[in-house]
């Protein structure tokens, strides 16, 4: 039995619905619901009553939901105390990353605030953490780290309680089409494409954080794009490098690819303007009130980042 079957299942008790809870878990329906189903089989009795609409517990399920919220909260206690004990790495500050910011936004970031930083406090130290955007956000909430740098979008926001944890902006981000160029420098496969030939499309994993992103700006386009999806993962690095080998077109992040545009390996998909969407980048951490232990380091860092005039 994991743990993430107990969170799901309190989600699901809840909301009274799979599809609003799969969204909040960041995973797909079929795989919230695979995961609900595996729970019950642990449990050897049915837990959900799906013959009712809006979804409602069993007996047995109201009994167990009593039992996952006291087990929880037992396993956030015993972790809290273990970190309260921790003596070591007082200085160490922790960051829970989504992979493509840890590979494209973090280290250039990081350069700047260090340089920013080091004749009043010295060269940070940092530890990095690199996950999809649910578990980042899990890590933090469970207090498994010290900072979640992620991407924010109206349309798309985290599920993060602002009562409990605030945040700061950091900058944008732009997510946009992009393919390999030919020769004379122009792009291999552009959007919205011509008229009965579809695109090979490189796309984010179903569910990922992104994979929603690009389903927001297709459906914006005055012209929705034929695209004809060939490879799928969760990671922008792997979708550039297969853009790179001109296999067909990926929506990434400016960030990801600003070194190949400057070299022209990989060139803009669209019309500028078009076809785009813009992020924002923002540093999320527990509110010092509710922490049980600032870090200094941490502190420091917040301080800066919320000065007038840093980004």
Known sequence: METKWLEDFVSLAETRSFSRSAQLRHV??????????????????????RSSYPTRLTPAGETFHAQALEVLDALQAARNLMRSHQVAGQDMIEFAVPHTLAFTFFPHWITGINRDLRPHFGA???????????????????????????????????????ERYEMLSLGHETLAPYAKADAEGRPLFTLPGRPGQAVPFLGFASGAYMARLVEVILKQSATPPALEPIYETDMAEGLKAMALEGHGLAFLPHSSVRRELRARRLVPAAPAGQLSLTMEVRIYRERPQAARHVKPAVQALWSFLGAPGQP
């Open 124 to 162: 940070l130290k940092t530890r990095l953490t690199a996950l999809n955007v649910h578990d980042a956000v899990l890590r933090l909430t469970e207090g498994g780290c010290d900072l979640l740098i992620a991407y924010h979008h109206a349309s798309q926001p985290l599920q993060i309680n602002a």
């Open 28 to 49: 797909t329906q079929p795989a919230f619901s695979r995961r609900i189903q595996a729970l019950e089989a642990w449990a050897g009795i049915d837990l959900v009553d």
